[in-house]
C-alpha cells in the first residue's frame, strides 16, 4: 500500500515550498486567508497551486530538518480540506462489502452489475470501493491517508460497513470483513496491502478476536462500529454475534411504518418486525439509526406527515438517529416501471421541502438526523430530488419559520473553543419499549451540545444473558475535532466533559436501583473504559454500582484520554417526582449536574 496519491517530490519542489512553508511558520496566528495568500504568492512551477495534502506532507517532512516550532499537526488542522468530516468528533470511515444477493425486492432499490444491492458505482464511496476490489484493509486504508492527507486526525475513527444487508451475508465473510478493517487500522500508519493472510474473504473467530484485542493499543483506534441491515434479519440469537464482531450500532431500513406503503414497495416485511428490531437492538445496548423514506408509491405528503409522527409516537420505534432519504428514481430499479406507467410520481421541489421542514421541525432533542438526502451524483437521478444540498432548503424553510430544529445536528459544537466556558449537565427523560431512557447533555449556557450520552434503564429481561439486571450505557460523544490522544487544547474532547456524563449516568443508573452499569464500548474505546473503572467482560465492559460506583478507583487514571475539567463524582440528581408525570417523546428535562468551568 503505497503513498503514492499524496507524494510529493521534495526536491523537484523544495526551492518554490521553502518560501512558502517559512512564511506560514513564522504566521503569529494563522489564518486560512493567509494561507490562500500564501498559496498565490508561491505557486508550483507549472503556475498551479500546491495542494493542502501537498503543503501537509511537505511540512511534516522538513519541520524537524528546518527547526520550524509550529506543531505540524496544527498546520494540517489550518489546512484541513472539509473541516466537517471530522467535526463530529471522530473521523467516518465508510466502506462496503462486496456485491451479493439481498433477499429483498425493494421496487425503489437500484441492482447494478458488479455492486452490492442498492449502491451505484458513481457514489463518491462506492467508487472507492470499487477500485479496491471491495477489499476491507486497501478501502480503510486508502480512507486513512486520504484523510490524514487532508489534514484530518484519524486516531478515533467511526467505521461505517455499507452494503446492502449485513445479515444476508455468510458468516465467515463477516468475521473476515471487519477483522480486514481493524488490522487496517491496526497496521496504521505502517499499512502494508501485501498483508493478506485471510484474503480468500473467510475468517474465524479468533481472528476477529485478536485485530479486536490489537486495536486497543492502535494509532488508529475504532470508537464506533456500525453495520446496516433490514429488520427482519434481526434476531435474539444474532445480537451475541454482532457484539462479538465489536458492532455498536445498527442501522435499520424502516423507510416506511405502514404496511399498507410497504407492500406497495416490495419490502418484504411489515411494521411489526421494525418495532420489534429496535427493541431487541436496544434492550441490548446498541445505537439505533433508522432510515425513512418518504414519498414511496401509494404515500402523499400527508400521509408522510403521519408516517413521520409515528417514529416518535410509537414508544417501540423512537430511534436514536435518523437518515430520511426521499424515494428517488435510479436506474435498474423496479420503480421506473411505475414511472412509467404513472403509478409513482415525485413530489415537485417545494412540496418536498415543506414536507421535509415539518418532519426536521417533529424531531425531538435526542434525536440525530444524520442526513436527509442520499449522496447520488445527480445526473444519474431519473427523477425526484437531484440538489444534493437539499437539507439547506429545509433548514432555510425552518428559518423563515422562525421554528429552528430541536434535533442533535442542529445543537452541536464543532469547532468552537470551550475554554472558559461553562457546561451544564442535564437529562431528558423519555419512554421506549425497553424501559426508562435518559438522554444526558453537557451543554453551553447558550445551548450548544458539547456531549451527550444515552442510558437505557431496562423495564424487561434483557434478550442477552450478559447484561441481566444491568442498565445500559448506549453512546458516550463529545464534540470537537477530533481529538489525538494526550493533547490539551481548547477543545471538548479533552475537558473530562465524557467522564462527567459516565459519571451522570452512573449515579441515575445507581439510584434506579440497578446493581451495575453495562456499557457497548468498541474496540478502541474499552481502555478508556477501564480507567473510569469498568472491568471488561466478554461482550461488554461493566461498572459495579453498589455500594460505590466505582468511579472513585477510576478517578485520576484517565488523565491521558480526558486530562482536563472538574469532575463532580456524584453530582446531586433530581428527586423522582421532578421526573414524573407523562413522558413526551421530547422528554422531561433536568439539570444533574452543577455547571463546570472549563479552563
Ligand atoms: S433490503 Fe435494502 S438492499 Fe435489499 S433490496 Fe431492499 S433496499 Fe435494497
Redesign the pocket.
Known amino acids: 500500500m503505497g503513498r503514492a496519491a499524496y507524494h510529493l517530490d521534495l526536491g523537484r519542489h523544495a526551492a518554490r515550498l521553502l518560501p512558502l512553508l517559512e512564511a506560514l511558520a513564522a504566521l503569529e496566528e494563522p489564518t486560512r486567508q493567509q494561507v490562500a495568500q500564501l498559496r498565490r504568492r508561491h505557486p508550483r512551477a507549472d503556475g498551479g497551486f500546491f495542494s493542502s495534502s501537498q503543503l501537509i506532507a511537505a511540512y511534516r517532512a522538513l519541520a524537524p530538518r528546518q527547526g520550524w516550532r509550529r506543531p505540524a499537526e496544527e498546520i494540517a488542522r489550518l489546512l484541513r480540506r472539509r473541516p466537517v468530516r471530522t467535526a463530529s468528533g471522530v473521523a467516518v470511515v465508510a466502506v462496503l462489502t462486496r456485491p451479493h444477493p ?5 421496487r ?2 437500484p441492482e447494478p452489475a458488479g455492486m452490492p ?2 449502491y451505484l458505482p458513481e457514489e463518491p464511496g462506492a467508487q472507492r470501493a470499487v477500485q479496491q476490489g471491495f477489499d476491507p484493509y486497501r478501502q480503510v486504508a486508502i480512507r486513512l491517508q486520504a484523510l490524514a492527507a487532508n489534514g484530518h486526525g484519524v486516531d478515533k475513527v467511526e467505521l461505517s460497513i455499507l452494503g ?2 449485513w445479515h444476508a451475508y455468510p458468516e465467515a465473510y463477516r468475521r473476515w470483513f471487519v477483522s480486514r478493517c481493524l488490522t487496517a487500522l491496526n497496521h496504521w500508519p505502517q499499512l502494508c496491502s501485501a498483508d493478506h493472510p485471510t484474503a480468500d474473504g473467510r475468517a474465524g473467530w479468533g481472528e476477529v478476536e485478536e485485530a479486536l484485542a490489537s486495536n486497543d493499543r492502535a494509532a488508529s483506534r475504532c470508537v464506533g462500529l456500525t453495520v446496516e441491515t ?1 429488520p427482519d434479519l434481526v434476531t435474539a440469537a444474532g445480537l451475541a454475534s454482532l457484539r462479538r464482531l465489536g458492532v455498536t450500532r445498527v442501522q435499520l ?1 424502516y423507510q416506511s411504518l405502514d404496511d399498507g406503503i410497504l407492500q406497495l414497495a416490495s ?1 418484504g416485511h411489515t411494521v411489526v418486525e421494525s418495532r420489534r428490531a429496535t427493541d431487541l437492538l436496544r434492550r441490548a445496548g446498541f445505537k439505533i439509526l433508522a432510515h425513512w423514506m418518504p414519498n414511496l408509491p401509494g404515500a402523499t405528503p400527508d400521509s408522510d406527515r403521519a408516517d413521520f409522527a409515528r417514529l416518535f409516537d410509537d414508544p417501540w420505534l423512537r430511534p436514536d438517529e435518523l437518515k430520511i432519504y426521499p424515494c428517488t428514481l435510479l436506474p435498474g430499479a423496479a420503480l421506473v416501471e411505475d414511472w412509467r406507467r404513472g403509478a409513482w410520481r415525485p413530489y415537485p421541489h417545494d412540496v418536498l421541502v415543506e414536507l421535509l421542514a415539518d418532519c426536521l421541525a417533529a424531531v425531538p432533542p435526542w434525536c440525530r438526523v444524520a442526513r436527509v438526502v442520499r449522496d447520488v451524483p445527480a445526473p444519474l437521478v431519473l427523477a425526484g430530488n437531484r440538489r444534493g444540498n437539499l437539507r439547506q432548503d429545509v433548514e432555510r424553510q425552518l428559518k423563515e419559520r422562525g421554528t429552528p430544529p430541536r434535533e442533535i445536528r442542529a445543537r452541536e459544537l464543532r469547532h468552537a473553543p470551550l475554554a472558559g466556558a461553562d457546561v451544564v449537565l442535564s437529562s431528558r427523560t423519555y419512554e421506549t419499549s425497553a424501559g426508562r431512557e435518559e438522554f444526558l447533555e453537557a451543554t453551553t449556557p447558550s445551548g450548544w451540545l458539547v456531549g451527550f450520552a444515552r442510558l437505557t434503564l431496562p423495564s424487561r429481561p434483557a434478550p442477552l444473558e450478559q447484561l441481566q439486571g444491568a442498565a445500559l450505557l448506549r453512546e458516550v460523544h463529545v464534540y470537537g475535532d477530533v481529538a489525538t490522544l494526550g493533547r490539551r487544547d481548547g477543545n471538548a474532547q479533552h475537558r473530562g466533559v465524557g467522564r462527567q456524563l459516565v459519571v451522570g449516568a452512573a449515579t441515575l443508573a445507581r439510584v434506579a436501583g440497578y446493581p451495575r452499569l453495562a456499557v457497548i464500548s468498541a474496540p478502541g474505546t474499552r481502555t478508556y473504559y477501564r480507567r473510569l473503572g469498568f472491568g471488561d467482560g466478554a461482550l461488554y465492559q461493566y461498572l459495579h454500582l453498589a455500594p460505590t460506583d466505582g468511579l472513585d478507583r477510576g478517578a485520576g487514571h484517565d488523565r491521558q484520554d480526558q486530562p482536563h475539567g472538574e469532575v463532580c463524582a456524584h453530582p446531586p440528581v433530581l428527586a423522582a417526582g421532578d421526573r414524573g408525570g407523562p413522558q413526551r417523546p421530547g422528554g422531561q428535562t433536568g439539570q444533574i449536574g452543577r455547571a463546570v468551568r472549563l479552563a
Open positions: 439481498c433477499p429483498g425486492t425493494c425503489f432499490c444491492r442498492s446492502g444487508s433490514r431500513g419490502r
